[in-house]
């Protein structure tokens, strides 16, 4: 049997228009797994949990499971 736990990340649109090169920020998420691998976690995916009309996610939830 497995536990799951989530942690949410925000994402941001960093310009936009023809000249600004779409930039798309999201927040620390490389740290967050580091850490949950480290406490015995495994990432298995994520889940956009707030999204704009655009289509551009702002808020995700990681994924994290662990046997128990």
């Known amino acids: 049997m497995y536990k799951y736990e989530y ?7 960093g310009g936009w228009g023809p ?3 779409n ?3 999201i927040g620390d998420y ?4 580091d850490k949950r691998a480290r406490n015995g976690w495994r990432y298995v995916g994520y ?7 655009t ?6 939830d990681l994924i994290f499971e ?3």
């Open 19 to 21: 000249l600004s090169g």
């Open 7 to 13: 942690e949410t990340v925000s994402c941001t649109l």
């Open 47 to 53: 889940v956009p949990t707030t999204q704009r009309g």
């Open 30 to 33: 490389r740290s967050i797994i």
């Open 23 to 25: 930039d798309y920020l």
């Open 66 to 68: 662990k046997e128990i």
């Open 55 to 60: 289509g551009h996610i702002q808020e995700m």
